[in-house]
C-alpha cells in the first residue's frame, strides 16, 4: 500500500514540477508538510522524493529539497514532459529530431566504419525494401525504424547505442502513440535513400551521414505540420463548441 501512495505522490509532485509550479532552486515543502497534503506516512513521501531525486528535477541536501531546473536533469524527463499534453509541443519535437539526427548521423558513420561485406549487403537490401514500400506509410516509417535500429546494432558504439535506446524509449515511441501521420517528401527521401545506398557501397561516411540527416529534416518538418494542423482543428472545434 505504501508502495501505491508513494507512486501516486510521485506523479503529481513530478507533474506539479514539471509545469513549472515550483521554480528552480526553491524548497520543496517539508516531509511533514507533504505527508500532511497527501494523506501519507512520511515513508511514502520520502520514497517519492528518492524517485524524483533519480530523475533528477530534486536535489536532497541536509538543509531541505530543492527544486532542480528541467535542463539539468536525466534524460528520463524527457518522457515525463511528453506525457504532460496529449499532443507534443512542436518546440519539443523540434528539438528532439535534430539531436535525434545529429546521433543517427554519428552512428551511420560508425556503422560504416564497422560494417562487414556481409552487413553491408544487408542493409543495402534493407534499403531496396524501404524504396519500394514508399507508398505504405505505415509499413515505410516501421522499415526505416528497423534500419536505424540495424545501424545501431552494428556500430559498435556503445554509448551512442544507450543514448538512441533511451531517446527512442522516451520520446519516439510516445510520439508514435499520439497517432500522427506525416506527410514527408517522398520523392526526396527515396533520394536519400539512393545516397545512402550507394555510400555505403562506397563506404563513404559523409555522404551518408549528410543523407541521414536531411532524412530527419524531412521527418521533423512533417511531424511539425502534423502537429499544428491538429492544433488548428481544436482551436476550430472549441470556437465553434
Not at 505527508?35 to 536535489?59: H, P, S, T
Not at 545501424?151 to 519516439?172: A, P, S, Y
Request: charged share 25%; hydrophobic share 40%.
Amino acid at each position: 500500500m505504501n508502495g501505491s501512495k508513494a507512486e501516486e505522490i510521485t506523479c503529481i509532485l513530478r507533474e506539479e514540477i514539471l509545469r513549472g509550479q515550483y521554480r528552480a532552486g526553491e524548497r520543496l515543502p517539508s516531509e511533514r508538510d507533504l505527508a500532511a497534503r497527501f494523506e501519507a506516512n512520511r515513508g511514502a513521501v520520502r520514497e517519492a522524493i528518492k524517485k524524483l531525486e533519480q530523475l533528477g528535477i530534486l536535489d536532497v541536501k541536509p538543509g531541505g529539497v530543492r527544486i532542480v531546473p528541467v535542463e539539468d536533469a536525466t534524460l528520463e524527463v524527457l518522457g515525463h514532459m511528453m506525457d504532460l499534453e496529449e499532443t507534443p509541443s512542436p518546440k519539443l519535437v523540434v528539438q528532439f529530431f535534430e539531436v535525434l539526427g545529429a546521433i543517427m548521423s554519428l552512428s551511420i558513420r560508425s556503422a560504416i566504419e564497422n560494417a562487414t561485406s556481409e552487413q553491408i549487403s544487408h542493409v543495402r537490401g534493407m534499403i531496396k525494401n524501404l524504396i519500394n514500400s514508399i507508398d505504405q506509410q505505415e509499413e515505410y516509417h516501421k522499415q526505416w525504424s528497423t534500419l536505424g535500429a540495424y545501424f545501431n546494432e552494428i556500430n559498435q558504439n556503445l554509448v551512442l547505442r544507450l543514448i538512441i535506446n533511451g531517446l527512442k524509449t522516451q520520446f519516439m515511441e510516445r510520439l508514435q502513440n499520439t497517432g500522427l501521420h506525416p506527410n514527408i517528401d517522398k520523392q526526396q527521401d527515396v533520394k536519400y535513400l539512393h545516397i545512402i545506398d550507394i555510400a555505403f557501397k562506397d563506404r563513404d561516411q559523409k555522404a551518408a551521414s549528410n543523407a541521414i540527416i536531411g532524412h530527419f529534416q524531412l521527418l521533423k518538418e512533417g511531424i511539425v505540420a502534423a502537429l499544428e494542423q491538429r492544433q488548428d482543428i481544436r482551436i476550430r472545434s472549441a470556437s465553434h463548441g
